[in-house]
C-alpha cells in the first residue's frame, strides 16, 4: 500500500498489507501527519466508506477508476443504446467539467428513464425486480460518486490531479519489473520492493 506526493513525485508511506482497508488507508495517513507532513488534498480509488473517513481534507476520486467501475457493469461492448449512451457519457468524464458532465447524466436520465425504471416479475416468488441492475448500478455510481470526481476543479489553486495514474503508473512498472525476477523468495521480493521504492 503505497502513498505518493502528487506535486513532488516522493513516496510519502508504504506498507505491506493483505487486503487494503479503510482503517489501513487512514492509518497510513496518519502515519503521515505524524511524521510532520501536510496533507492538502487525497487522490483515491473510491472504495466504499473511504471518502467520509478524511474529514476536513479534500478527496478527489480517481478519475479512470471510475470509468472502470462503470465499464465494468456495462461492459465494453455494450449492447442497448442505454448503455451505449450511458458509455459513452463515462469516458467523457476526463475531458468534461463538472457541470458539462452532470447534464449529460441529466439529460441521459430523462431519456431513459422509463426504461432505467423497468421492472420484471420473478417466476418463482412472484416478486418484482428491476429489469435493467447492471444499467442501474453503473449509473447509480456516476451519481453517488458525482461529488467527489470534479474536487480538482472546487480547489484549483491546489493542483491535485483527476486521476491516481502516476501512481498507477509505478505499479505497473513494478509489476514489469517482478515478472522478470519470477523466481524470487517473499522475502527477496519484498526487498527488491523495498529498493524499487527508494530509487
Request: charged letters at 25%.
Amino acid at each position: 500500500m503505497v502513498f505518493k506526493d502528487s506535486l513532488s513525485g516522493t513516496i510519502l508511506f508504504k506498507q505491506y498489507v493483505r487486503y487494503e482497508t479503510n482503517s489501513l488507508y487512514l492509518s497510513g495517513i496518519k502515519e503521515i501527519v505524524r511524521r510532520g507532513i501536510s496533507i492538502q488534498s487525497i487522490i483515491c480509488d473510491g472504495r466504499k466508506g473511504l471518502f467520509s473517513l478524511f474529514g476536513y481534507i479534500p478527496v478527489q476520486m480517481c478519475q479512470f477508476h471510475q470509468i472502470q467501475i462503470v465499464l465494468r457493469y456495462l461492459t465494453r461492448k455494450p449492447k442497448h443504446q442505454a448503455n451505449v449512451e450511458l458509455k459513452k457519457i463515462s469516458l467523457s468524464l476526463t475531458k468534461s467539467s463538472q457541470l458539462e458532465f452532470e447534464k449529460q447524466l441529466d439529460d441521459w436520465y430523462i431519456k431513459w428513464k422509463e426504461y432505467y425504471n423497468e421492472r420484471s416479475i420473478s417466476i418463482t416468488t412472484n416478486k418484482s425486480f428491476y429489469t435493467h441492475k447492471r444499467l442501474r448500478s453503473a449509473y447509480l455510481s456516476l451519481r453517488r460518486n458525482l461529488p467527489y470526481l470534479f474536487v480538482f476543479e472546487e480547489y484549483k489553486e491546489l493542483d491535485i490531479p483527476n486521476t491516481t495514474n502516476a501512481l498507477d503508473g509505478i505499479f505497473s512498472e513494478l509489476k514489469r519489473q517482478l515478472r522478470n525476477h519470477n523466481g524470487l523468495s517473499l522475502k527477496r521480493k519484498q526487498k527488491y520492493i523495498d529498493g524499487f521504492f527508494e530509487a
